[in-house]
């Protein structure tokens, strides 16, 4: 079965740093456009940064500066490196393969990892 697989999430210190993965078991995450979601308690899911099959970022403002994306293709594999990590970062994060030339064959959203930034 196709999967999205993320891991690295933990817990954190305020101003420190984590870098999150998305691992996907198929080839054609190397066309996508992939996303990282995140959804704090009693919050909707909300778009953290996406990233081009060609490397093209975009940040939502609450993590600009602080967050970046990035992608191996020949590992087929999506990273979050978030620095100056804050408690409002706290939230489960998502991977999600966001579109493409051909339908992502299974499920499009990962499992989640927990993010807990406190002290």
């Known amino acids: 079965q196709v999967q999205l697989v993320e891991s690295g999430g933990g817990l954190v210190q305020p101003g420190g740093s984590l870098r999150l993965s998305c691992a996907a078991s198929?080839?054609?995450?190397?066309?996508?456009?992939m996303g990282w979601y995140r959804q704090a308690p009693g919050n909707q899911r909300e778009l953290v940064a996406t990233?081009?099959?060609?490397?093209?970022?975009n940040y939502s403002d609450s993590v600009k500066g602080r967050f970046t994306i990035s992608r191996d293709n020949a590992k087929t594999t999506m990273y979050l490196q978030m620095n100056s990590l804050k408690p409002e970062d706290t939230a489960v994060y998502y991977c999600?393969?966001?579109?493409?030339?051909?339908?992502?064959?299974?499920?499009?959203w990962g499992q989640g990892t927990q993010v807990t930034v406190s002290s």
């Open positions: 990233i081009t099959n060609g490397g093209v970022t």
């Open positions: 999600k393969a966001e579109r493409g030339p051909v339908t992502w064959p299974g499920d499009s």
């Open positions: 198929v080839s054609i995450f190397r066309l996508y456009t």
